[in-house]
């Protein structure tokens, strides 16, 4: 259970460790970092009474029912996941909301609703899971209004902060997390993204989720288990590898960082 490697248990949810994955997204929505993040979110897109909202990967539905507060009842906001499992999940959550809060089934690319249906397109922590990022992309300005915004919030692996004295072996963990993610720069390519879309207007702002020893070893263990099975790395590189970083938390020195970026851009 503590070792899920999440490049594969958030691809496939209905197929994976279902428990793990609920309570993993419980526990960092809990995090100080990842509530300031969103609060960053929420500030950019400044969400009016009467607004439709579109949240793409809403996973547990904890976003989507604090952008329904916003909305009112005279907007709606609908939160889609590719997991039967997230969506039952978030529907049971949220049932008793007297808001307009709707939970779909659905892929990122493929959203089920008519063109310019939303005001609104939010994602975070989707787009790290997908290869057809151009398609996505193509799917969020076929549903946005003129003028409605997306904002997306993403991770580049490659700048995952993880001080540790052995700094090759290190290098090369951080190396293979990313490369694990079927898009795992997403974070430092958004802009680039949002350009070809023929998105305007666009704002960029890193945003760093700090987290503490426990939660960061159960985003990363699953994954680096992964590299040991196939002998990218030893089990004694990695036993030594955690012996450091728990030596670092017992001292009170731990520290990790998860750099992303907040994107948002206005649909022409």
Partial sequence: MQNQDITEGFQHVDQSQTGFLIKFLEDVHGCETVQEGF????????IQPGQHVLDVGCGIGDQAFAMATLAGKTGSVTGTDISTTMITMAQHRHASAELPLHFVVA???????????????????????????EEVFAEYK???????????FDVDWNALVLPHPVKQLTRRIVEFI????????????????????????????????????????????????????????TNNEINGWWTELERADTAGK???????????????
């Avoid at 609060?39 to 400044?46: P, T």
């Avoid at 892929?107 to 057809?132: C, G, H």
Wanted: charged fraction near 20%; charge should be positive; glycine fraction near 10%.
């Fill in 39 to 46: 609060a960053k979110q929420l500030a950019w897109l400044n």
């Fill in 107 to 133: 892929p990122a690319a493929r959203q089920p609703f008519a063109d310019a249906s939303f005001d609104i397109i939010r994602t975070e922590r989707v787009l790290m899971y997908l290869k057809n990022i």
């Fill in 142 to 152: 076929r549903l946005l209004k003129p003028g409605g915004k997306l904002v997306v």
């Fill in 178 to 233: 990313s490369d694990s993610f079927p898009s795992g720069r997403i974070g430092a390519e958004l802009f680039g993204h949002f350009k070809d879309a023929g998105f305007k207007d666009i704002q960029i702002r890193p945003h760093g989720y700090m987290h503490n020893f426990e939660l960061t070893k159960r985003i990363i263990s699953g994954i680096v288990t992964t590299g040991v099975a196939y002998n990218v790395f």
């Fill in 254 to 268: 731990f520290f990790s960082c998860f750099e992303g970026f907040i994107v948002m851009g206005t649909c022409a």
